[in-house]
DNA sequence: GGTGTTAAATTAACGACGTTAACTAATATA
DNA sequence: TATATTAGTTAACGTCGTTAATTTAACACC
């Protein structure tokens, strides 16, 4: 029987610890191959006690995913220091691509897991704002270089750009996650490909694609 | 209690009735939404009979793919016989996106779902076999296209080209199947991310991009 | 120190799931 | 007609997410 919970901060502690957990097991084996009684038999506890602190297991799911998109924003964060709005595209594209390559089953659990919609009862993450939300960014530095003219004229939405640049990243990564182990398709580097995509879709966006070379 | 099977032909109707209630429930409510007990109930027989025609709900949703992925690449075989390279590129991808977008369960599960992926054990799929696998048909046309010199001078392989735009289209749609009900992302017109894609992509890679153009 | 009160945790249970064993009834074959 | 095979069933096992009922420990107050 664990020891009793006495403080707040206590009771903190072990949500924190319910949550690690939980990313632990579903990063391993995904989400559905792992049972509440699993995740509460890692920590010492009963199942029930996950309830306490989650109403059930998409609310604990929804949690850890939080959790890391805040990690990810922050990292992104650096990034828009950067003065030219291009390059700042680019290492926006290339730090994302980073954190799904490193952390491919936690960007499993964030981008390629269709869910619920996302309940705005049970996430604490504010989307569109910058500073925990990684698609606002990008969205933000796309529109600030096309108001800035920087794109093709015929392009006339901004956010349908900031989308396909998104698309484009995670097309590349989540192919490598789901698919870069079968030995059916011969992959070629996986920055090679990453490059090809920042570089070829830049160049058909960009109104003078000049700028997209020294990558 | 259904009517006995008298004939070999008799009980293959009953594996297609299986394959085809179990392929509308499983589009309609995913995979994991849908039990065994249910799509036997759909055609009036107990749920161990499906055990008699499948192994195990596994073999069933596999069997329930390929028949997919083959009429996939049936209808990419007729693209193919379009002239102009090109514009057979451009119609691999449309016709590979609309079928990702109607059929997002079992495209989930061959592209968007790691370790689950193609078994060999269990899948009749050819890989490689260009009337079987959509993949080697991209990856073909892509070839003639860049032996005809139609790509820029810089791009030097023509699978990474394959791959790359293989991965561009994916990229949409696979955002589309997981977060398209996601409510904090205005989503553009999926066709309109599509067809930026496309263009973006072609216009970045084409030696000549004005090709690229007519969609 | 005893006595409630309350919060934290537990055990036990419900209904549904995938799957399998044991069984039944109808057909085919001898 | 007797027997073997086959197509189908019911019943059951163990696991799942979840909840109700219950126990346990720490604290406040007399």
Redesign the interface.
């Known amino acids: 029987m664990p020891p009793r919970i006495k403080s707040e901060q206590d009771r903190e502690k072990l949500r924190a610890s319910i949550l690690d957990a939980a990313r632990t097991l579903f990063a391993e084996r995904?989400i559905?191959a792992v049972s509440m009684r699993e995740i509460a038999k890692k920590i010492n506890y009963s199942a029930t006690t996950l309830y306490h602190h989650f109403a059930d297991k998409e609310a604990l799911l929804q949690a850890v995913c939080d959790e890391d998109f805040l990690k990810l924003a922050n990292g992104m964060h650096q990034v828009m220091l950067l003065p030219d709005l291009v390059a700042r595209i680019q290492a926006l594209g290339k730090g994302y691509a980073m954190f799904a390559l490193q952390h491919?089953n936690h960007y499993?659990l964030m981008?390629?897991?269709?869910r619920?919609?996302?309940n705005p009862d049970i996430t604490r993450i504010q989307?569109?704002n910058t500073e925990q939300?990684a698609?606002a960014q990008l969205k933000l530095v796309v529109r600030d270089a096309f108001e800035a003219g920087l794109f093709r004229p015929e392009?006339s939405?901004s956010?349908?750009?900031a989308?396909?640049i998104?698309?484009?990243?995670?097309?590349?990564c989540?192919?490598q996650?789901?698919?870069g182990?079968?030995g059916?398709?011969?992959?070629?580097d996986i920055e090679?490909?990453l490059q090809?995509?920042q570089?070829?879709?830049?160049?058909?966006?960009l109104r003078h694609?000049a700028t997209a070379n020294n990558i």
Chains 1, 2 share one sequence.
């Open positions: 995904g559905d491919p499993r981008f390629m897991t269709p619920a919609p996302c989307q569109g939300d698609y392009l939405d956010e349908l750009i989308q396909t998104w698309a484009g990243i995670h097309g590349v989540s192919l996650i789901a698919l182990q079968e059916w398709i011969q992959w070629v090679a490909r090809l995509m570089s070829a879709m830049l160049q058909g966006i694609p």
